[in-house]
């Protein structure tokens, strides 16, 4: 059984900082791509990060840079380091892994999901 764990989020003022993790158990995780989505109170759910097994990453339009997405493959853990962060970022931050080791940045292409973490960004 495939289960992805993130942890990390909290409330912070803006302009801070936050790093959340996903560790994921029953899945061959250096081989597998990872991602982040995040999904904002009355919006849709969001593309934020991708991450090969190879480490090659993507990144949502909006990010501008502000947000790094890395792995452990020890630990089987996936991060999201988040700087500058704005009341817009506020959201439940996602983990999602997929079999495959290419990256990618739809939901659909993403088998497995965590149950969230929220994020809270006051003004």
């Known amino acids: 059984q495939v289960q992805l764990v993130e942890s990390g989020g909290g409330l912070v003022q803006a302009g801070g900082s936050l790093r959340l993790s996903c560790v994921v158990s029953?899945?061959?995780?250096?081989?597998?791509?990872m991602g982040w989505f995040r999904q904002a109170p009355g919006k849709e759910r969001e593309f934020v990060a991708a991450?090969?097994?190879?480490?090659?990453?993507f990144y949502g339009d909006f990010l501008k840079g502000r947000f790094t997405i890395s792995r452990d493959n020890a630990k089987s853990t996936v991060y999201l380091q988040m700087v500058g962060l704005k009341p817009e970022d506020t959201a439940d931050y996602y983990c999602?892994?997929?079999?495959?080791?290419?990256?990618?940045?739809?939901?659909?292409?993403?088998?497995?999901w965590g149950q969230g973490t929220q994020v809270t960004v006051s003004s």
């Open positions: 029953g899945l061959t995780f250096s081989g597998s791509a």
């Open positions: 999602a892994g997929r079999s495959s080791a290419v990256a990618a940045s739809t939901e659909r292409a993403f088998e497995y």
């Open positions: 991450i090969s097994w190879s480490n090659i990453t």
